[in-house]
C-alpha cells in the first residue's frame, strides 16, 4: 500500500525583524528538513514543545504556509506542483480540526451555516436540496443534537463546539485530518470523549489523520506513528510500540516523564526529567546537536557533530549515543 500523505524534506522559514527599532531582518526555520508518511487510514502523532514546528507543518499540509522547498504529495500527487484548479480540488480531501474550537468557529453563524461552510466554495459536493438532511446526519454523527442547528456556537460547551469543528471538516467529506492539537483546550473530562469520536470516526470512514499534540499521552491513544520533533526537525520517529516501550532519544525520554502517565521503565534517573534551560530561538539553533544544550547526556562530539536520523531498536533516532539512552530505559525486571 502506498502513503496517502507523503512529506520530503520540509523546510518553511519566515522573514522576521527584530532587535533596535526592529531593522534587523533574519529568517527563521520553522520546519527545517522534514521528512514523513502517514498510509491510508493511519494516524501519525508529531509532537513536541511550542516552536518546534508542528503546526508549521501542519499549516504546509493544508496550504497555509508556502514550503521553500520539498514534497509534499497526496495520494502520489505533488500538491505544491498541481494547478491552482487541481489544488482546489485536492484541499478539499484535506481538512483541519483546529486546537480552539471557539475561535475558529465564527460567533454568528448558526451551526447550520458553520457546518455548510465548506459547500459555498465546493457547491458540486452536496446538492443545495440536501444540504438541510446532510448537516442532520453530521450533526448526529458528531454526537449533536440536530435539533439544535439553528444554535451559535456561545450555546454549546467546548467539547460540543469541537465536534461542531469536526463536522465542519467531514462535510467536505476528507481522506485526511489534520488535527492541531484537538483536545488541549478541552477539560480533561471531555478530552477522551473526543478522542474516543476522533477514533471511532477514524473507524468508520477510513480517515487518516496527522494528529498534533505538545503530550506525548494524547497521542499514544491515537496513534499507529509517532514523530517527536525539536527545534524544527524530527528527533525521533517510528511505530509506537517500540518508542514508547523504550525511547532512544533524551528528548523523548524528557517528554514521556513529564507525562501524566505510569512509566513502565525502570529510573536510573531522577523520575521526572527537568530540561534545563530555555527553548533556543529557532533564529539560532545551538551548533551540532541542537537539543545539546538541554540535553543532560550531551558530550563534546554533541557540539560539533550534527546526528542523523538512524535506524536504532526499531525506530529512527537522531542521537549520537541512542544505543545508550534504550538501553537506560530498560522496562523494569529487565537485567
Ligand atoms: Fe543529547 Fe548528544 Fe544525543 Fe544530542 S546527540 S540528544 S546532545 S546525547
Ligand atoms: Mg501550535
Not at 467529506?173 to 488535527?179: G, K
Not at 476522533?198 to 470512514?205: D, G, I, K, P, V
Not at 499534540?213 to 491513544?221: I, Q, T
Not at 525520554?253 to 527553548?279: D, F, Q, T, Y
Amino acid at each position: 500500500p502506498e502513503p496517502l500523505l507523503s512529506i520530503e524534506d520540509l523546510r518553511v522559514s519566515f522573514a522576521i525583524r527584530s532587535g533596535f527599532l526592529r531593522r534587523t531582518k533574519a529568517e527563521v526555520r520553522g520546519v527545517d528538513g522534514v521528512s514523513f508518511s502517514v498510509m491510508q487510514g493511519k494516524t501519525l502523532g508529531i509532537v513536541g514543545e511550542s516552536g518546534c514546528g508542528k503546526s508549521t507543518t501542519a499549516r504546509a499540509i493544508i496550504g497555509l504556509e508556502t514550503p521553500n522547498s520539498g514534497a509534499i504529495s497526496f495520494a502520489g500527487e505533488r500538491i505544491e506542483l498541481a494547478t491552482p484548479k487541481r489544488r482546489r480540488q485536492l484541499a478539499r480531501h484535506i481538512q483541519m480540526i483546529y486546537q480552539d474550537p471557539f475561535a475558529s468557529l465564527n460567533p454568528r453563524k448558526t451551526v447550520e451555516q458553520i457546518i455548510g461552510e465548506g459547500w459555498l466554495v465546493h457547491p458540486d459536493l452536496v446538492p443545495e436540496s440536501e444540504r438541510k438532511a446532510e448537516t442532520a446526519l453530521l450533526m448526529r454523527r458528531v454526537g449533536l443534537d440536530p435539533a439544535l442547528s439553528n444554535r451559535f456556537p456561545h450555546q454549546f460547551s467546548g467539547g460540543q463546539r469541537q465536534r461542531i469543528g469536526i463536522a465542519r471538516a467531514l462535510a467536505l467529506r476528507p481522506r485526511l485530518l489534520v488535527c492541531d492539537e484537538p483536545v488541549s483546550a478541552l477539560d480533561v473530562s471531555v478530552q477522551a470523549q473526543t478522542l474516543n469520536l476522533l477514533a471511532e470516526l477514524q473507524h468508520e470512514l477510513g480517515l487518516t489523520y496527522v494528529f498534533i499534540a505538545h503530550d506525548l499521552s494524547v497521542v499514544r491513544h491515537v496513534s499507529d506513528t509517532i514523530a517527536v520533533m525539536y527545534l524544527g526537525r524530527i528527533v525521533e520517529t517510528g511505530p509506537i510500540g517500540p518508542i514508547y516501550a523504550r525511547p532512544a532519544h533524551p528528548y523523548t525520554l524528557a517528554l514521556m516523564s513529564a507525562a501524566p502517565v505510569s512509566r513502565p521503565w525502570a529510573v536510573s534517573r531522577p523520575s521526572r526529567i527537568v530540561l534545563k534551560g530555555e527553548l533556543p530561538s529557532p533564529l539560532a539553533p545551538p551548533p551540532g546537536c541542537r537539543f545539546h544544550t538541554r540535553c543532560w547526556m550531551a558530550r563534546a562530539r554533541c557540539r560539533i557533530e550534527e546526528p542523523k536520523l538512524r535506524e536504532v531498536a526499531g525506530r529512527k533516532t537522531a542521537c549520537h549515543f541512542a544505543e545508550e539512552v534504550v538501553a537506560e530505559a530498560a522496562p523494569i525486571g529487565t537485567p
